[in-house]
Nanobody, 118 residues
């Protein structure tokens, strides 16, 4: 059984920082692409950061230069979020065993709320 447990969300003022963590446990290959996604109210889920087993990263323009994804050897990924904006408010999900283009992932965490106030 695979579990992804995300943590680190919270309330922060615009311009602030947060760091999300996601620990993957269970029978999951260490070699796999993992990612962070978010879903804002009334919007579709979107990728905010992806990282391959080779540590290649992928970011949409909306977060490029502000968000940084990283991973350690124990299938834990992190999302460092700087210069947060109110439009970053969303539930953030981590995912594992993602396809090469991050269109889909096999395993998902429970989500952690990030709220950025003006």
């Amino acid at each position: 059984q695979v579990q992804l447990v995300a943590s680190g969300g919270g309330l922060v003022q615009a311009g602030g920082t947060l760091r999300l963590s996601c620990v993957a446990s269970g029978s999951i290959p260490s070699i796999n692409a993992m990612g962070w996604y978010r879903r804002a109210p009334g919007k579709q889920r979107e990728l905010v950061a992806g990282i391959t087993e080779g540590d290649s990263t992928n970011y949409p323009d909306s977060v490029k230069g502000r968000f940084t994804i990283s991973r350690d050897r124990k299938n834990t990924i992190y999302l460092q979020m700087n210069s947060l904006k109110p439009e970053d408010t969303a539930v953030y999900y981590c995912a594992a065993l993602c396809t090469w283009n991050y269109a889909s992932c096999r395993y998902w965490g429970q989500g952690t709320q990030v709220t950025v106030s003006q």
